[in-house]
């Protein structure tokens, strides 16, 4: 029962707004940062809507990713080039791997409540680790930028930072969707449905549910990993820990897959794109709106409109040609 | 010998705030007890209390012992208040619908906070003498805490096994269905619990500020959301009285563990503390997840 043809609503969304970037002046930036939210509800969509399970520390992972990102630059740039680039995505890799395998494989055993209540404390305990412990900067973080255009050059500086990393955020975001595609036409996403439905159920079928909930929530980590390694330490050129283990972030991801539809497709992406454009024109307007806006639209999409607009829109369309084309 | 002087000083501390904080927890435990509903927006009530208290004795010069029962009813009208517009609609809600909507409520608290206070640290200083032990000085106001939170909890304790209600919700506790088929309006006890909860969590609030001179701030919550979730997995999670006994373990372990790691040269003991509290967390849920005192 396969089922590939979403992927071309999701490649023809994805065309489009690099269409938009290319061709408009003045606009690569604004899809970009579309791009960065459509990528982060993405990641967190992959465990948070196939598992039903709540990654209170998801921000953790974006920061963890930045901070492979900014050893490796900071570190050892100098030493080895252009490929400290490379071993920083390699380190974000094997942070987030790690964080993951400790936080779930200590919390995914256990029941959904216990899992958010342990996942609620990774940012703020990883950021105090990394200021109290005085590791890699303490709270004066890695600033870089100096560092770079010493090894690297101004100019060659410059396009890592307003092209290179905004190139990589677009395949990982790519990336994000297609395997969530291969997840939902896979085993794999059709146990965490079914666990995510009825977890006793699930098990007694014989589904090993921690298994599956393991690697949902370490390719979740992953992506996020990457995402933060590119979209802030390789295009901001700085890392600061209160900056990026703040909450702010867990809570536009959660938003974005719940209005977009958590547990679908198409939905982070829907969700990504109205947050992002909506964020960046208002943001003007309201500076500081956010979370004083965001928290009460959380509450209304949890207690009136639970499905998304995906999960709305694929009820409405049920049997109809273009059902098939909606995940 | 200035060492253990100084650990034998922190632990005392750890005692007496650890009775603040397994009343800061009881109304955490209590609504998961109940309802199945873990509050993530926890430390959000805590924060108001403590404003409660700071504008009581800013504002109109009102003692916090005197701020304690004003911050309850306020507690127990904003918990009613919540309990109806969003609560009473996610009862039957998978977990993850709770979840998001408690965690929501509780960063709306901390914005609409900021709007009206601002978000620089405040304090205040309500000085009325201490007395001398031999290690150290302990002042009154924190005896007076721990004396307020150990009273407190007898009060709700004796509520739950001497009356009717209490009866009631431990019943709901035990059995919903059970308690449903007896006659017990379970909406009712749902709502009362919740309300209660709440009313303890930001009356925790109050004590809190005699604890943190200076550290009255509109984000001052997470940390005790944190500490809360430490406290109350330590205790069961379900149990009231499991989380209040499990308050002074973790005020021990938490200022035990801030003078040993003021030994260690170069680290910031402060910080790492709080990452201590979260490393309990994750062993305690490694080892034994249903808390180390029994509980559910």
Redesign the interface.
Request: charge should be neutral; aromatic fraction near 12%; proline fraction near 3%.
């Given at each position: 029962m396969a089922n590939y043809k979403p992927a071309i609503p999701l490649m023809i969304i994805y065309a489009i707004l690099i269409a938009i970037g290319f061709t408009i002046p003045g606009m690569w930036q604004p899809i970009i940062f579309v791009i960065f939210y459509i990528a982060i509800g993405q990641a967190l969509n992959i465990f948070?809507g196939l598992t039903?399970?709540?990654n209170?520390g998801y921000v953790a992972l974006l920061g963890i990713g930045a901070y492979g990102m900014a050893v490796a630059l900071g570190y050892y740039s100098t030493a080895i080039g252009i490929a400290a680039i490379l071993l920083g995505f390699t380190l974000a890799v094997i942070f987030s791997v790690i964080l993951s395998l400790?936080?779930g494989g200590?919390?995914l055993r256990?029941?959904?409540?216990?899992f958010?209540?342990?996942t609620?404390?990774?940012n703020?305990?990883?950021k105090?680790?990394i200021?109290?412990?005085?590791i890699w900067g303490?709270s004066e973080g890695i600033v870089l930028s100096g560092l770079l255009r010493k090894t690297f050059g101004v100019e060659f500086t410059n396009y890592l930072s307003t092209f290179v990393a905004d190139v990589i955020l677009i395949a990982i975001a790519i990336f994000a969707g297609l395997i969530t595609l291969y997840i939902l036409n896979n085993k794999i996403g059709y146990a965490l449905i079914a666990l995510r439905e009825d977890e006793d159920a699930a098990k007694v079928m014989g589904i090993n549910v921690t298994k599956y909930k393991m690697i949902a929530f370490v390719i979740s980590s992953i992506i996020a990993a990457l995402i933060g390694a590119s979209s802030w330490t390789l295009k901001m050129t700085y890392v600061f820990p209160s900056d990026v283990f703040a909450?702010n972030y867990t809570?536009e991801a959660?938003v974005i897959v719940?209005l977009g539809g958590?547990g679908t497709l198409l939905g982070p992406i829907i969700g990504g794109l109205i947050y992002g454009v909506l964020k960046y024109y208002l943001s003007v307007i309201l500076p500081g709106f956010q979370?004083?806006i965001?928290?009460?639209l959380?509450?209304i999409i949890?207690?009136a409109f639970?499905e998304g607009i995906v999960g709305y829109i694929k009820r409405k369309l049920r049997r109809t040609a273009i059902f098939e084309y909606i995940m | 010998m200035a060492v253990l002087e100084q650990l034998l000083a922190n632990l005392l501390y750890g005692v007496i705030l650890g009775g603040v904080y397994g009343l800061a927890t009881m109304g955490l435990s209590l609504i998961f007890g109940v309802l199945r509903i873990v509050n993530v927006g926890h430390g959000a009530f805590v924060m108001v209390g403590a404003f409660i208290a700071y504008w009581m004795f800013i504002l109109y010069g009102v003692a916090p012992v005197i701020s304690i029962p004003i911050a309850l009813l306020l507690g127990l009208i904003i918990g009613a208040i919540i309990y109806f517009a969003v609560i009473r609609r996610l009862i039957d809600a998978p977990e993850l619908s709770t979840l998001l909507a408690t965690f929501a409520i509780g960063l709306f608290i901390e914005e609409l906070a900021k709007q009206i206070w601002g978000s620089d640290y405040v304090g205040y200083s309500w000085n009325i003498g201490s007395i001398t032990l031999p290690i150290t000085e302990v002042p009154l106001t924190k005896l007076l805490a721990l004396l307020s939170s150990i009273i407190i909890a007898i009060i709700v304790y004796l509520w739950f096994q001497k009356t009717k209600l209490g009866a009631a919700v431990r019943a709901v506790v035990e059995d919903r269905e059970g308690a449903m088929v007896c006659g017990i309006n379970v909406n009712r006890i749902f709502m009362i619990s919740f309300a209660l909860g709440i009313g303890l969590t930001v009356l925790s609030g109050v004590l809190v500020t005699l604890f943190v001179p200076v550290g009255i701030n509109v984000y001052m919550g997470g940390e005790y959301t944190l500490k809360a979730f430490v406290i109350a997995v330590l205790g069961g999670l379900a149990s009231p009285w499991g989380a209040f006994y499990a308050g002074f373990i973790f005020g021990l372990l938490e200022n035990g563990s801030y003078t040993l790691l003021g030994l260690i040269p170069g680290v910031e003991p402060f910080g790492l503390t709080r990452f201590v509290s979260f490393a309990v967390l994750l062993i305690i849920l490694l080892v034994k997840p249903t808390g180390l005192l029994g509980g559910e």
């Amino acid at each position: 029962m396969a089922n590939y043809k979403p992927a071309i609503p999701l490649m023809i969304i994805y065309a489009i707004l690099i269409a938009i970037g290319f061709t408009i002046p003045g606009m690569w930036q604004p899809i970009i940062f579309v791009i960065f939210y459509i990528a982060i509800g993405q990641a967190l969509n992959i465990f948070l809507g196939l598992t039903g399970y709540v990654n209170f520390g998801y921000v953790a992972l974006l920061g963890i990713g930045a901070y492979g990102m900014a050893v490796a630059l900071g570190y050892y740039s100098t030493a080895i080039g252009i490929a400290a680039i490379l071993l920083g995505f390699t380190l974000a890799v094997i942070f987030s791997v790690i964080l993951s395998l400790a936080v779930g494989g200590v919390a995914l055993r256990l029941r959904g409540a216990y899992f958010a209540i342990a996942t609620i404390g990774v940012n703020e305990g990883l950021k105090h680790f990394i200021e109290g412990a005085k590791i890699w900067g303490g709270s004066e973080g890695i600033v870089l930028s100096g560092l770079l255009r010493k090894t690297f050059g101004v100019e060659f500086t410059n396009y890592l930072s307003t092209f290179v990393a905004d190139v990589i955020l677009i395949a990982i975001a790519i990336f994000a969707g297609l395997i969530t595609l291969y997840i939902l036409n896979n085993k794999i996403g059709y146990a965490l449905i079914a666990l995510r439905e009825d977890e006793d159920a699930a098990k007694v079928m014989g589904i090993n549910v921690t298994k599956y909930k393991m690697i949902a929530f370490v390719i979740s980590s992953i992506i996020a990993a990457l995402i933060g390694a590119s979209s802030w330490t390789l295009k901001m050129t700085y890392v600061f820990p209160s900056d990026v283990f703040a909450i702010n972030y867990t809570v536009e991801a959660i938003v974005i897959v719940m209005l977009g539809g958590a547990g679908t497709l198409l939905g982070p992406i829907i969700g990504g794109l109205i947050y992002g454009v909506l964020k960046y024109y208002l943001s003007v307007i309201l500076p500081g709106f956010q979370l004083l806006i965001l928290a009460p639209l959380l509450i209304i999409i949890v207690v009136a409109f639970p499905e998304g607009i995906v999960g709305y829109i694929k009820r409405k369309l049920r049997r109809t040609a273009i059902f098939e084309y909606i995940m | 010998m200035a060492v253990l002087e100084q650990l034998l000083a922190n632990l005392l501390y750890g005692v007496i705030l650890g009775g603040v904080y397994g009343l800061a927890t009881m109304g955490l435990s209590l609504i998961f007890g109940v309802l199945r509903i873990v509050n993530v927006g926890h430390g959000a009530f805590v924060m108001v209390g403590a404003f409660i208290a700071y504008w009581m004795f800013i504002l109109y010069g009102v003692a916090p012992v005197i701020s304690i029962p004003i911050a309850l009813l306020l507690g127990l009208i904003i918990g009613a208040i919540i309990y109806f517009a969003v609560i009473r609609r996610l009862i039957d809600a998978p977990e993850l619908s709770t979840l998001l909507a408690t965690f929501a409520i509780g960063l709306f608290i901390e914005e609409l906070a900021k709007q009206i206070w601002g978000s620089d640290y405040v304090g205040y200083s309500w000085n009325i003498g201490s007395i001398t032990l031999p290690i150290t000085e302990v002042p009154l106001t924190k005896l007076l805490a721990l004396l307020s939170s150990i009273i407190i909890a007898i009060i709700v304790y004796l509520w739950f096994q001497k009356t009717k209600l209490g009866a009631a919700v431990r019943a709901v506790v035990e059995d919903r269905e059970g308690a449903m088929v007896c006659g017990i309006n379970v909406n009712r006890i749902f709502m009362i619990s919740f309300a209660l909860g709440i009313g303890l969590t930001v009356l925790s609030g109050v004590l809190v500020t005699l604890f943190v001179p200076v550290g009255i701030n509109v984000y001052m919550g997470g940390e005790y959301t944190l500490k809360a979730f430490v406290i109350a997995v330590l205790g069961g999670l379900a149990s009231p009285w499991g989380a209040f006994y499990a308050g002074f373990i973790f005020g021990l372990l938490e200022n035990g563990s801030y003078t040993l790691l003021g030994l260690i040269p170069g680290v910031e003991p402060f910080g790492l503390t709080r990452f201590v509290s979260f490393a309990v967390l994750l062993i305690i849920l490694l080892v034994k997840p249903t808390g180390l005192l029994g509980g559910e």
